[in-house]
């Protein structure tokens, strides 16, 4: 009678493991849930934040600034001042009221000095502990979704998948549920970079720019073609959230209204979701910010558009 009671209590112990979950034993972290579903349906504005006179981000204007634009995603860039990472921690709260999402963006070593003239602050090029900590605020803050790295596959010599793989370890240690979606260019992004790195991302942000027939930002009409080539290459699994340039590029120049609206219809009709690059102001009176906002609201609206799902 004692050895079937002890069997019935091995069969119930092993029953609720199988139900918690094997990670939730012995101080192990839980397993990872799909982490391309925060991905997919993305869409939103990335950098350019509205500042106060002392420098610091202006957070109550800018999730006001979202949530009338009716995006689901903000993609908060690390760089402007040193109190981006303080900023960071107090907008997510309020962005989380308004149900929008966020990621966070890290410069590389090649936007870094002695390049430019300021780190990601406070941790520099310390993308280990980058990683911990964004993700320990991830497990406090859960609209914090993402990270990622800009200019990505242009410094691949600094990101081998070794190092890539331990700074990725460290990250899910704390949170596997943390997605890492690095900026990719689809120059580089090749079958060699499929088969080093596409076992560590989880999504590329992918700057639209016409890179088959030359970098420019006047042609809309190969955003389809260039989605489709990275979904061969890197597979269906990964999604693609393509980075629509709305403001001016340092060597291609400015954008037009009209070409922002037609690589954002294009795009999300093709791609896992879309990012506007920068921020436009609703409130600006701009043609791009009226291009944007009468998009996010159509998309805001539309059924067949999935939504991204923490």
Same mark, same amino acid.
């Given at each position: 009678?004692?050895?079937?009671?002890?069997?019935?209590?091995?069969?119930?112990?092993?029953?609720?493991?199988?139900?918690?979950?094997?990670?939730?034993?012995?101080?192990?972290?839980?397993?990872?849930?799909?982490?391309?579903?925060?991905?997919?349906?993305?869409?939103?504005?990335?950098?350019?934040?509205?500042?106060?006179?002392?420098?610091?981000?202006?957070?109550?204007?800018?999730?006001?600034?979202?949530?009338?634009?009716?995006?689901?995603?903000?993609?908060?860039?690390?760089?402007?001042?040193?109190?981006?990472?303080?900023?960071?921690?107090?907008?997510?709260?309020?962005?989380?009221?308004?149900?929008?999402?966020?990621?966070?963006?890290?410069?590389?070593?090649?936007?870094?000095?002695?390049?430019?003239?300021?780190?990601?602050?406070?941790?520099?090029?310390?993308?280990?502990?980058?990683?911990?900590?964004?993700?320990?605020?991830?497990?406090?803050?859960?609209?914090?979704?993402?990270?990622?790295?800009?200019?990505?596959?242009?410094? !691949? #010599?600094?990101? &081998? $998948? +070794? *190092?890539? @793989?331990? /700074?990725?370890?460290? %990250?899910?240690?704390?949170?596997?549920?943390?997605?890492?979606?690095?900026?990719?260019?689809?120059?580089?992004?090749?079958?060699?970079?499929?088969?080093?790195?596409?076992?560590?991302?989880?999504?590329?942000?992918?700057?639209?720019?016409?890179?088959?027939?030359?970098?420019?930002?006047?042609?809309?009409?190969?955003?389809?073609?260039?989605?489709?080539?990275?979904?061969?290459?890197?597979?269906?699994?990964?999604?693609?959230?393509?980075?629509?340039?709305?403001?001016?590029?340092?060597? !291609? #120049?400015?954008? &037009? $209204? +009209? *070409?922002? @609206?037609? /690589?954002?219809?294009? %795009?999300?009709?093709?791609?896992?979701?879309?990012?506007?690059?920068?921020?436009?102001?609703?409130?600006?009176?701009?043609?791009?910010?009226?291009?944007?906002?009468?998009?996010?609201?159509?998309?805001?609206?539309?059924?067949?558009?999935?939504?991204?799902?923490?």
């Amino acid at each position: 009678m004692g050895q079937r009671r002890l069997r019935i209590g091995v069969l119930v112990t092993i029953c609720l493991v199988a139900h918690l979950g094997l990670g939730q034993v012995a101080g192990q972290q839980p397993r990872a849930t799909d982490r391309t579903s925060a991905l997919r349906g993305s869409y939103g504005t990335y950098d350019g934040e509205p500042r106060t006179k002392d420098g610091h981000v202006d957070i109550e204007r800018l999730v006001s600034e979202l949530a009338e634009l009716k995006a689901n995603t903000y993609h908060w860039l690390i760089w402007h001042r040193g109190t981006d990472w303080e900023d960071l921690q107090r907008f997510l709260p309020l962005a989380r009221q308004e149900n929008i999402l966020v990621w966070v963006c890290l410069v590389p070593p090649s936007e870094s000095p002695p390049h430019t003239k300021q780190y990601s602050e406070p941790f520099r090029l310390d993308y280990q502990r980058w990683a911990v900590e964004i993700a320990k605020l991830s497990l406090r803050e859960p609209n914090l979704v993402a990270w990622s790295v800009d200019d990505f596959t242009h410094n !691949l #010599g600094f990101f &081998t $998948p +070794e *190092y890539l @793989g331990k /700074v990725l370890g460290e %990250a899910r240690k704390v949170n596997p549920n943390l997605a890492f979606v690095p900026c990719s260019y689809s120059p580089r992004v090749t079958p060699r970079f499929a088969e080093n790195y596409g076992g560590f991302i989880d999504g590329i942000l992918f700057p639209y720019r016409a890179e088959l027939t030359g970098a420019n930002l006047t042609d809309p009409t190969l955003v389809e073609d260039e989605v489709a080539t990275l979904k061969t290459i890197l597979g269906p699994s990964i999604p693609i959230i393509v980075d629509v340039y709305a403001s001016a590029h340092s060597r !291609l #120049g400015s954008s &037009t $209204p +009209e *070409y922002v @609206g037609e /690589v954002m219809t294009r %795009a999300i009709r093709c791609a896992d979701g879309v990012h506007i690059y920068c921020h436009h102001s609703p409130r600006d009176g701009s043609e791009e910010a009226l291009v944007i906002k009468r998009l996010c609201h159509e998309w805001s609206a539309d059924p067949d558009i999935p939504r991204p799902r923490r």
